[in-house]
């Protein structure tokens, strides 16, 4: 991945990276609340070296630099801290002592600093003032060769820093742990939307929806949680309905569609409330609109217009009551013919001899049908309804359908030989992905 697509991801993913990060600062805030603060206290030594006879001052430095790890281990060892506890008044035992002491030194340099660290600051003042006492006394008996004659110690150790207390605990550190957290916060939460994106198999922009179905996405219906249908004429929904039905005339101008299906992959994708704005739209140019609830199973048109739904298509396809009987008006230009009691047998009825006779009656008497068609891929429904129709719309949710389910429903499609007059991008959030086309 390029950086751009890292930044693609940053942006539909950001929530996710938000998230992480404020859970990587809680974290990192309880960390600091539940650990005990430790106080320290530091001091500093040189390394002199011994006035050897015939040695040079760089073998001097040489040989106080190969010193040095003696000297950490000498420092952090159980000689020293047993002698600190046997002259320092305290309950604390040697290997108690060794655990408080840290050790860090250049071997560029000869200085060596020592920490001494605990829960009570005195108590580290005190540990270091001793160390400080006893080390170059240890350091002076150990370098001193013990040949019966006073000699000079082949190396000393002066103090360079006296111990020094710090004035505030060295641990928990409140800041770097919240910027720690904040770093890991973004470092997961990145991995985390990235993963996201390679998993998310779903539909995001035309583009995609153009390249896996081969057909012009007809236009890109935004959310609108306000309006069911087209309430505010003026929304940008309404706007992308008007295209839609714009594409819709010029798409059948070669071969006129009298009957348009509108159908989906999957359930709750907007199939009714698009059919139903589309309807609503081409009743406003002065045409005779009949918009028919093909959906036997789960139907939603007479709840969506506000209309009976107990008798309609599946009363007249078991001739139970004629056609005249079952329409219902809305507005002017615009009639309803809602699905009826469920049936038991939904694929065979919308497959029925019954079914092509109707249709072809409706195109007599309407200037267009449109059939809010079931689901392509739970049922079989959809595609014989489709297969039936003039022409077909199929409805493509942002961010949900996903490209297997597009891919299953063109198949569906081309297996009845039904004809796609485009696809239509529905629920989309951003604006901006409607221009991606």
């Known amino acids: 991945m390029e950086l751009r697509d890292y930044l693609r991801v940053a942006r539909r993913q950001w929530w996710v990276v938000a998230l992480t990060v404020i859970a990587a600062m809680g974290i990192a805030a309880l960390f600091t609340a539940q650990t005990k603060p430790l106080y320290a206290s530091t001091v500093q030594f040189f390394i002199a070296t011994g006035n050897v006879e015939g040695s040079s001052a760089l073998e001097g430095a040489m040989f106080a630099q190969q010193r040095l790890k003696t000297y950490e281990a000498v420092l952090t060892g159980e000689r020293l801290a047993g002698l600190i506890a046997a002259n320092d008044d305290t309950s604390l035992t040697p290997e108690q002592i060794r655990e408080r002491i840290s050790v860090v030194s250049d071997s560029?340099?000869?200085?060596?600093?020592?920490?001494?660290?605990?829960?009570?600051?005195?108590?580290?003042?005190?540990?270091?003032?001793?160390?400080?006492?006893?080390?170059?006394?240890?350091?002076?008996?150990?370098?001193?060769?013990?040949?019966?004659?006073?000699?000079?110690?082949?190396?000393?150790?002066?103090?360079?820093?006296?111990?020094?207390?710090?004035?505030?605990p060295v641990v928990p550190r409140p800041m770097h742990n919240l910027a720690l957290g904040?770093?890991?916060?973004?470092?997961?939460?990145?991995?985390?939307?990235?993963?996201?994106?390679?998993?998310?198999?779903?539909?995001?922009?035309?583009?995609?929806?153009?390249?896996?179905?081969?057909a012009p996405v007809l236009a890109c219906i935004p959310r609108d949680r306000r309006a069911a249908l087209i309430a505010d004429r003026g929304s940008p929904r309404a706007e992308a309905l008007r295209q839609l039905r714009t594409t819709v005339q010029f798409a059948g101008k070669d071969r006129p569609v009298k009957t348009l299906a509108v159908t989906s992959a999957m359930p709750g994708e907007g199939r009714s409330a698009t059919a139903c704005g589309l309807a609503i739209l081409f009743a406003e140019t002065g045409r005779r609109v009949l918009i028919v609830d093909a959906e036997l199973r789960r139907p939603r048109l007479a709840a969506f217009l506000g209309r009976e739904g107990s008798a309609g298509l599946t009363t007249v396809l078991v001739g139970a009551a004629s056609l005249d009987q079952v329409l219902q008006p809305w507005g002017a230009g615009l009639w309803l013919?809602?699905?009826?009691?469920?049936?038991?047998?939904?694929?065979?009825?919308?497959?029925?001899?019954?079914?092509?006779?109707?249709?072809?009656?409706?195109?007599?008497?309407?200037?267009?049908?449109?059939?809010?068609?079931?689901?392509?891929?739970?049922?079989?429904?959809?595609?014989?309804v489709a297969a039936r129709a003039d022409g077909a719309l199929l409805l493509v949710r942002s961010r949900k359908t996903t490209t297997a389910q597009v891919a299953g429903a063109m198949r569906a499609l081309k297996q009845v030989d039904a004809r796609l007059l485009g696809c239509v991008f529905t629920m989309v959030t951003s604006r901006r992905a409607c221009y991606a086309a």
Do not use: W, Y
């Open 108 to 168: 560029a340099t000869v200085l060596i600093d020592v920490t001494v660290e605990d829960a009570d600051p005195e108590l580290a003042q005190s540990l270091c003032e001793e160390l400080a006492a006893q080390f170059p006394t240890l350091v002076k008996r150990l370098e001193t060769p013990d040949t019966g004659v006073t000699k000079t110690p082949m190396a000393t150790i002066e103090t360079m820093v006296p111990p020094m207390p710090h004035g505030t």
């Open 337 to 384: 013919l809602s699905s009826g009691h469920p049936p038991p047998n939904p694929s065979e009825l919308l497959g029925s001899q019954r079914m092509g006779e109707l249709l072809d009656e409706l195109r007599g008497r309407f200037d267009l049908v449109i059939l809010d068609s079931p689901p392509l891929l739970p049922v079989a429904d959809g595609a014989v």
């Open 182 to 214: 904040v770093a890991m916060g973004l470092l997961v939460g990145t991995a985390l939307g990235v993963g996201r994106e390679i998993a998310d198999r779903s539909v995001r922009d035309p583009r995609k929806l153009r390249e896996l179905t081969a």
